[in-house]
């Protein structure tokens, strides 16, 4: 056999997968949560069945898929919001930022980020129900630890230099400055779409018109609403790029974490660079400039920072978090309506990975460029159409002798 044909079944088995043996649960009707004991690394794929009924006050038994959603759903605060009550949910990672999802009776999925896994009840957390499930969690191991993927690629380096070309405030349109911008990412516009989506931040309205019109569709479908209007604030500028939230949903109002993005004008090493302001809501106060009522943010700005980072870092789509601090750092100040808050004067730096498929392209590149170029009479019609209808660039090799 060829051994190239040699090569290629050997990387293929470089990602064969190992099974373990099936853990197994009882999730009780009064647990919100439970630690599985079981920790996942990205690319691991996780089986997890549920069997078993809750029975609530007022309310028909229900299995792992949960109660129909009804209007009085909107009411209640639960960890995933399009969920039915009493469903089998899940989680990966930290209580604080990780983004649960639904389980209900059977959910087959590969982990797309690294941490300990969770299974619980998708109830409030004063909502409480008789009875119990029993949940089956099977996990099929990555031979591979598909994070270390990115530990020998190169990973743009965002310097101080770099920094000091991004003013360290944001302003009003009267040119009234205010938040303090507390982190930057680097990547493209897409990663940074989908790495804010899998933390479970959603993309906020800029216009109310437009906020109001989502908000009535939202209420239609049962959804909770997250996407309530965000003023629209200043930097190079011009007008945020993008607005993101997170919060629970019946708090959102008055509560919730939220951010600014602004597309910096300068790039790293060909990658796009992004400006952040992020603050946490913790209620209302007057607008000192006109005396309306304003949300009131949380002094603290760097924990809002740190809330950014994690959330994101735990999605599996970060390379890497470091921290700078800029030559004129601010540590006191004021925003735009008046609210005080301090910082360290440190600036997050998250630098997304390469997208997955860039990854497996280059591998596909390698072994249809090898193939191409050390024919051994073979069809290898599958890798010459690759090339061409993808237009990718063969990669230059020797001959590999037999």
């Known amino acids: 056999m060829c051994n190239c044909i040699l090569a290629a079944i050997l990387a293929t088995s470089l990602y064969a997968q190992t099974a373990a043996t099936p853990t197994t649960i009882d999730l009780k009707g009064d647990q919100t949560w439970v630690d599985t004991g079981i920790d996942l690394r990205i690319g691991d794929n996780v089986i997890i069945t549920a069997v078993g009924n809750l029975q609530y006050s007022q309310s028909k038994a229900n299995g792992p898929e949960g109660l129909s959603r009804g209007w009085k759903d909107l009411l209640r605060s639960m960890p995933v919001v399009d969920a039915g009550r009493g469903s089998v949910i899940g989680r990966i990672g930290s209580a604080e930022a990780a983004q649960p999802f639904l389980i209900g009776p059977k959910r087959e999925m590969t982990a797309v980020r690294a941490g300990r896994l969770s299974v619980g009840i998708n109830q409030p957390a004063s909502d409480k129900g008789t009875g119990s499930y029993q949940i089956s969690i099977a996990v099929t191991a990555a031979k591979i630890d598909a994070s270390k993927a990115t530990q020998n690629a190169h990973i743009p380096e965002f310097t101080v230099a770099m920094l000091d070309k991004i003013p360290t405030r944001i302003g009003d349109l009267e040119g009234n400055v205010g938040d303090r911008v507390n982190f930057v990412m680097v990547g493209s516009e897409e990663k940074v779409k989908q790495a804010f989506q899998a933390a479970g931040w959603v993309m906020v309205d800029r216009e109310t018109k437009d906020a109001v019109l989502h908000g009535l569709i939202a209420s239609l479908s049962k959804l909770a609403y997250l996407e309530m209007p965000m003023s629209v604030l200043y930097l190079f500028g011009r007008p945020q790029d993008f607005g993101y939230a997170h919060a629970e949903p019946i708090a959102v109002v008055s509560t919730r974490h939220h951010l600014r993005l602004w597309k910096a004008p300068f790039a790293v090493e060909g990658q796009t660079a992004w400006a952040g302001a992020a603050t946490h809501d913790i209620g209302f106060e007057r607008d000192q400039r006109n005396g309306k009522l304003t949300h009131k943010i949380d002094p603290e700005v760097d924990v809002e920072r740190e809330f950014v980072a994690q959330s994101l ?69 599958a890798c010459s159409q690759y090339m061409e209808a993808s237009s990718r660039k063969k990669l230059t090799s020797g001959a590999i002798s037999n």
């Not at 997304?352 to 009479?377: K, R, W, Y």
């Open 313 to 381: 870092n735990e999605t599996g789509l970060v390379a890497k978090l470091s921290f700078l601090t800029p030559s004129n750092p601010v540590t006191t100040a004021k925003t735009a309506t008046g609210g005080s808050f301090q910082s360290d004067g440190k600036t997050r730096i998250i630098v997304l990975t390469p997208p997955a498929a860039e990854g497996t392209g280059s591998v596909a590149d390698m072994f249809c460029s090898v193939f191409d170029q050390n024919a051994d009479g073979g069809n290898w019609g």
